[in-house]
């Protein structure tokens, strides 16, 4: 079958996907949102469809598939929500006024604890910090791997017993 033969065999059997795809979602952007997705699909795999077979259940199935995806995705993820108004924050009357100080005094000694460790300990624990994984910073400084990671846990066993709060 050629493609624009399957292209306009798809467009003379999508009307049927409106009702299908609304009663699915309940939301007339979803279904439209759906039924795009069911046909981009059904184009995208057009040499899995078998000439001669039922086009509208071929259709369907897709269709279905995709939705159940979708809500198995949505429900992975949901939505946390309140019922305090939006506004009840804004018009809130105590006030509460936050000291960064405390904060940046603790920022400080964390910076110079780790500035005090050993230079060995130091620069892969710094590394890692800023996000390099271990084969990388093995890689950099030219040592095995095993090495790397021990010295970044005797880091942090370091800066644990030097931090006590």
Known sequence: MTEKAFNDMLIANSDFLQPVAV?????????????????????????KYQTGTNIKAWLYTIMRNIFINNYRRKKKFTKVTSDVPQD???YQTDKVAHNDGIINAGIREIKAAINRLPDIFRLSFELHYLGYKYQEIADTLQEPLGTIKSRIHFARKMLA?????
Do not use: C, G
């Open 88 to 90: 009840y924050f804004l």
């Open 23 to 47: 009663s699915l979602t309940h939301d007339t952007e979803e279904a439209k949102d759906l039924i795009q997705e069911t046909l981009y699909r059904a184009m995208a795999n057009r040499e």
């Open 161 to 165: 017993s030097k931090l006590t709060r």
